[in-house]
């Protein structure tokens, strides 16, 4: 019943600039954390970034220092700044949270959201 919706993707020339949205909805007691995944075409989805309700960040090497993570507790949403964009980091990018809901705690998945970095 909980669903997160993924938003902001798009064409982008390099060294340009996407914010990522993503958006939970559902009877939602609290949010454990949420982040990102992508997963480019031919390669294994790979981990972006994470945020958890205490506001810890962590970020993959690869986006570290050009993509910020953030949230808003309030209406169940966390963003993606991405900045400096490279064609390498054209992929379809998925919202991955760990839910609190009466039945306990539940791990959804967005339906991806596609970047597309090129010129």
């Known amino acids: 019943q909980v669903q997160l919706v993924e938003s902001g993707g798009g064409l982008v020339q390099p060294g340009g600039s996407l914010r990522l949205s993503c958006a939970a909805s559902g009877i939602i007691f609290s949010i454990n954390y949420m982040g990102w995944y992508r997963q480019a075409p031919g390669k294994q989805r790979e981990f972006v970034a994470v945020?958890?309700?205490?506001?810890?960040?962590n970020y993959a090497d690869s986006v570290k220092g050009r993509f910020t993570i953030s949230r808003d507790n309030v209406k169940n949403t966390v963003h993606l700044q991405m900045n400096s964009l490279k064609p390498e980091d054209t992929a379809v990018y998925y919202c991955n949270a760990a839910v609190i809901t009466e039945r306990g705690t539940r791990q959804v998945w967005g339906q991806g959201t596609l970047v597309t970095v090129s010129s």
């Open positions: 945020i958890t309700g205490g506001g810890s960040t």
